[in-house]
């Protein structure tokens, strides 16, 4: 058998068990067919039927008890199941058993009706299974293994689950597979994001694709989105699709097709790079104008550009940050950034420019894509060269300090009045020290209640507004048409907020209001199971602080900063140098957004180690 990764067969199935895309390779399956016949005698099996496999993978759900299950043996797991070999990687790599009897004694009867190994990634709603091409022998190492008691390497053998895995090359690649489908069927895009000050046009292949997130347009070449093309006639060539009921799914089963013939025709991943699939069949496999033979053309870039040269470069930081306004309790504050580029350059160009602001950013820790070069001398004056790669992609990773201060300062605190009404107040200070071109396009602070109702709320802000639901308050404190730019803002809010009266009773006050007597064998979906322990096993509070569940206890902040990065890290577009020499325009732009900004209630236990 050819040694690397060939799929048989994949499945995307969705939240209620059905199958709503498949695609089987007979190509690939012929392989398994001959090799089986060889190692067995028999003639190997057919792939199951759309609902057959929905019902087999409904049936393992269920006596996992989730999609993904357990991952280790319980007391519920029988012989043979993926829970029995006792290893957490058996929640991705999974089985399925077809046979409409289960025969645990019958260890052939087994053989023949396993489908394994699966690989199971989950994204959204959907579940994308793949089934990559294995020995028969491995196969068999795994169904000795899953019915063996010590579900382990016994005294004098080798044989384990995880160095089973280790050497089938085809898992890794059918790993690739499961998480280039997830993206797909989700519509997340794979580019990172690049900003620029050119509106998007309309009608090119890249600006239909990405024009609503905020990538640039792509001048040229034009043509017409991927998405709406029917599939041709090589699309299934060697490859048999069957589209299941849809069940409320609104798969594009065009692009699914459409990225299968090109990334992967025949069941062998050739590259699962969207980026490059969707110019591959825009623009074909290469330029029209070759390059010269001195210089390699690399794999990852399969075509040339041709059209109008420019080079964009973003800084892309994420500001996360616990501000408690204690003395016995540090705030932290910390930067996570990367640096997005596109490169619209003709020919196969070297791309160097000096890294500003290294020294000054407090660099925590630094990665760079696999295309650029990175001199070893220190990390005060780096100076990176590159060669770029297609389309939009990650040039620079890094974890750094916030060198100009917390975007948002301030405190947060509530107390309670009475059980069913609350006070609270927030005293903050937006863009303290910071200066123009840094601007601050919108605050928001939000308040949780997840647990109780608002009936009734009175408060007045000193600058924005506000906007209640019945689980939170909203103090919108920069809204649209109105940013903050050369200066800091002060504000304050007061107010109050009263809740419908508690509904359900103490444990012990007279018929509780649902049972807690509910164990593991009862439970369909471990992680809901857990989810609901967590809820529950909260420890009780007294009157004066109600509120504090410990991770409930909290104002989250979000915000948007454009301008440049919050910590000092810079790129010159003047010092960018191109080789060999061109006359294309560099532009760059730098945003800031908050992740987990969170203001913790000072009048509150303070959090403990864990929630810290």
């Not at 049936?59 to 797991?77: D, N, P």
């Not at 969707?278 to 001195?294: L, M, R, T, V, Y």
């Not at 009475?418 to 303290?432: T, Y």
Request: glycine share 8%; aromatic share 8%.
């Amino acid at each position: 058998m050819p040694s690397g990764c060939s799929i048989r067969a994949l499945w995307i199935i969705n939240n209620q068990d059905t199958v709503v895309f498949s695609r089987r390779f007979p190509v690939v399956e012929k392989q398994w067919c001959s090799a089986f016949k060889t190692e067995n005698g028999d003639s190997a099996l057919d792939l199951p039927t759309d609902e057959q496999f929905a019902n087999a993978f409904a049936q393992r759900k269920r006596r996992e008890g989730s999609t993904r299950g357990y991952g280790i043996r319980v007391a519920h797991s029988t012989i043979g199941s993926d829970s029995w070999v006792d290893d957490p990687i058996t929640r991705h790599v999974i089985s399925l058993c077809l046979s409409t009897q289960e025969a645990e004694d019958d260890e052939e009867s087994s053989n023949t009706h396993l489908l394994w190994p699966i690989v199971l990634h989950t994204k959204g709603l959907y579940s994308i299974l793949v089934l990559p091409l294995v020995e028969p022998r491995e196969l068999k190492d795994y169904v000795n293994l899953s019915r063996r008691s010590d579900c382990g390497p016994a005294v004098g053998e080798d044989l384990s689950f995880s160095s089973l895995l280790l050497n089938i090359s085809s898992i890794t690649g059918a790993f690739m597979v499961a998480h280039a489908f997830g993206d797909i069927v989700t519509g997340d895009t794979v580019e990172p994001e690049v900003i620029v000050s050119a509106s998007p046009s309309v009608g090119g292949l890249f600006d239909s694709l990405t024009g609503s997130i905020g990538i640039s347009s792509r001048p040229k070449p034009v043509a017409a989105p991927v998405a709406s093309s029917s599939p041709s006639g090589a699309a299934t060539t060697g490859a048999a699709a069957s589209d299941a009921p849809k069940s409320g799914s609104r798969l594009d089963r065009d692009l699914l097709r459409n990225f299968i013939a090109s990334a992967m025709p025949f069941g062998t991943p050739l590259d699962l790079s969207l980026s490059n699939m969707f110019a591959i069949k825009a623009n074909g496999f290469s330029s029209a104008d070759p390059p010269p033979q001195e210089l390699k053309q690399p794999a990852w870039k399969p075509y040339l550009y041709k059209g109008k040269q420019r080079l964009l470069f973003t800084i892309h930081e994420t500001v996360n940050a616990a501000m408690y306004d204690r003395d016995e309790i540090p705030d932290s504050v910390s930067v996570a950034g990367q640096i997005n580029c596109r490169a619209e350059l003709e020919g196969l160009p070297d791309v160097s420019f000096p890294l500003a602001g290294l020294s000054t950013a407090h660099i925590e820790a630094i990665s760079f894509h696999p295309c650029a070069q990175v001199p070893a001398h220190g990390i005060d004056k780096q100076n990176i060269v590159f060669q770029p790669p297609l389309g939009n992609f990650v040039l620079m990773r890094y974890q750094a300090g916030c060198g100009l201060g917390p975007p948002v300062k301030g405190f947060y605190q509530l107390s309670m009045v009475s059980e069913d009404e609350g006070a609270f107040l927030f005293k903050v200070r937006l863009m303290e020290g910071y200066k123009a071109p840094l601007s601050m396009e919108f605050c928001t602070i939000t308040m949780p209640f997840p647990r109780r109702r608002i009936v009734a709320f009175d408060g007045t802000p000193s600058a924005g507004t506000v906007l209640t639901t019945e689980h939170s308050v909203e103090w919108r404190i920069l809204g649209s048409g109105r940013s903050l730019s050369g200066k800091s803002l002060e504000a304050t809010f007061p107010g109050t907020i009263k809740f419908s009266p508690l509904q359900s009773k103490r444990k012990g006050d007279g018929d509780d209001e649902e049972s807690d007597g509910e164990g593991t064998e009862n439970v369909v979906n471990v992680e809901e199971f857990v989810v609901q322990k967590m809820n529950k096993d909260l420890p009780a509070v007294e009157l004066e602080e109600p509120f504090c569940w410990q991770a409930y206890d909290y104002a989250k902040v979000s915000f948007k900063i454009v301008g440049a990065s919050v910590s000092r890290m810079s790129i010159d577009t003047k010092s960018v140098n191109i080789y060999p020499t061109t006359k294309s325009p560099v532009e760059f732009s730098a945003q800031v957004t908050s992740g987990d900004y969170i203001l913790w209630n000072t009048l509150g236990k303070a959090p403990s180690a864990a929630a810290v």
